[in-house]
């Protein structure tokens, strides 16, 4: 794909996200990816369908994001290494016009680490005025959840014990099982402010 066609893509991609609605099968993800439609229900029916999430996956497990929480996805690139800070945080990088962390969220969660891939992604998050890129194994489509599916009752039998510090309940999609994160909970937790505080200068 061209460069050009790929960021006007990109700029569909996080418009929609930002308008929370619903891309059509064509739609373009940010990154280059191709955006499934969403299962169930019609398209543009999104009061009843519930908010929007984006879909990601690590280590195998489907999570999901508030669409209202992603500033955008984009293919991994050559990362600026900061010195004197947490072996997670692999660099930074110029996010239009801004700098911003990247955290590999991996690392963070003390998981094993595997080789970066091609469905690498870094997956961008913004909350209030805290802006972090997590790279995650990859990003696959935005989907309507609404709150009554999410199940907030005996996380743990759902949740994996290494993200359940971070997670707002569960919810099925279909045959699958994908953990809600909570946005807030992993930006402002004490383990990311503690490197917040080390990559100061």
Known sequence: MAGEDLRKLQREAIAAISQQRTLSPSGALPGGGVLPSPTGGSRGSTANSGEHYLVFSLREREFAVKAEFVQGVERLVDLTPVPNVVPWVKGVINLRGSITSVVDLRMFLDLEQLPYSPRTRLLTLQ??????????????????????????????????????????????????????????????????QHYQMQSVP
């Open 127 to 192: 909350y209030n005025e805290m802006v972090i890129c997590l790279v995650v194994d990859s990003v696959s489509e935005m989907h309507p959840i609404p709150a009554s599916t999410i199940n907030n009752a005996g996380r743990q039998a759902a949740i994996p014990s290494w993200i359940l510090s971070y997670a707002a309940g569960s919810t099925s999609l279909g045959n699958r099982v994908v953990v809600i994160l909570d946005v807030s909970s992993l930006l402002f937790s004490e383990k990311m």
